[in-house]
């Protein structure tokens, strides 16, 4: 009987351990909600001052939202700060017997240039030679979005790729190339509506090897 009680109490034990556990989630998510919140609000005032001091009238039908909307789609372009490759990567990599180049091109990606705040976007290249762990496919891409979706220069895009799926893989080599077009060099300054800049990164094999880096350049970049 005495053990019977002790069940009871431990039981009972639990079930207000979780019930506080869910209280303190709950709050915790309401905390969050609410700083989510004071941070559109802030943002949304600051879009107005800009829009104000542009000479703009805030107040005309077709701006009297806009603050709100590029405040939300600012959030959007730089989601990737609330993300992290542990929480995409969960239960995705596998143990696999296959040491072959493993290649996912033509990955979009869309970034803002943190110099202008004004958008670059293009093409990402991704491959690893696994070793015995290969990676869900999507999983690159999600990685490339994570990154991209920040205020970011190319060539730290570029490097922070690559070094992400070789800490989480650690395969015998990543390659990562990017083509991109910005805008800052289409829409301001020198206006150059054809240019594009390609950076890469090369890690283990990759770099070490030129014929199997070759053999990457040569499936993924265009002619």
Do not use: W
């Not at 506080?20 to 998510?29: A, V």
């Not at 979706?149 to 570029?158: F, N």
């Not at 799926?165 to 991109?180: D, K, N, R, T």
């Amino acid at each position: 009987m005495e053990y019977q009680h002790d069940v009871e109490i431990n039981g009972e034990d639990k079930y207000q351990n979780i019930c506080k556990h869910n209280g303190l989630c709950k709050k915790e998510k309401d905390s969050k909600d609410d700083t989510d919140s004071n941070k559109l609000s802030h943002i949304e005032k600051a879009y107005t001052t800009i829009l104000s001091e542009l000479g703009e009238d805030v107040d005309r039908e077709g701006l009297r939202r806009t603050p709100l909307r590029a405040a939300k789609a600012m959030e959007f372009f730089t989601k990737g700060y609330k993300e992290t490759i542990q929480d995409i990567l969960n239960d995705a990599i596998f143990d696999e017997d296959h040491d072959e180049m493993v290649i996912v091109k033509d990955i979009d990606l869309f970034s803002l240039c943190e110099h202008h705040l004004v958008p670059f976007f293009g093409k990402a290249h991704i491959a690893y030679l696994p070793n015995k762990k290969v990676v869900g496919l999507s999983k690159l891409a999600r990685i490339v979005e994570i990154y991209s979706r920040r205020l970011q220069v190319q060539e730290r895009l570029t490097k922070q790729i690559a070094s992400a799926i070789s800490e989480a893989l650690e395969p015998a080599g990543v390659a990562v190339v990017i083509e991109a077009a910005h805008m800052c060099m289409v829409m301001r300054g020198v206006q150059k509506i054809n240019a594009s800049t390609v950076t890469s990164v090369m890690l283990g094999t990759f770099q070490d090897n030129p014929i199997t880096r070759k053999e990457f350049l040569d499936l993924t970049i265009r002619k």
